[in-house]
């Protein structure tokens, strides 16, 4: 039995999301790729689940910050979506185009 207060096992037993506001964060935004964008630009995004749906958005924030990733340095790049589908669910995959 547990008591007000006791953490379990170190893993979250609740999450609570706003859904309201839907986020795609690119992983492979390349140094060379990274300087073409620019917050504020649209871009239109694909869910590997969902082919037939294409959802805008736009830039929110380019990181400072780099890692590396399988030996290129990559950017981080929010996007915030302005549509949604009722179907989407964290942590799908997506393809995002920059529009220029």
Known sequence: M???GEFASGQ??????D??????????LTEI???KIKEGQAVTVTLDALPGVELSG????????????????VYEV??????KDPAMRWGMTAIVKFTE
């Open 78 to 83: 929010t996007i915030l979506l302005t549509e």
């Open 12 to 17: 979250p037993v609740i999450t609570i999301a």
């Open 2 to 4: 547990s008591k007000v």
């Open 19 to 28: 859904n309201s506001k839907w986020v795609v964060k690119t992983t492979d």
């Open 33 to 35: 790729d990274v300087v």
């Open 58 to 73: 736009n830039v929110l924030s380019i990181s400072q910050n780099f890692s590396e990733n399988q030996g290129d340095v």
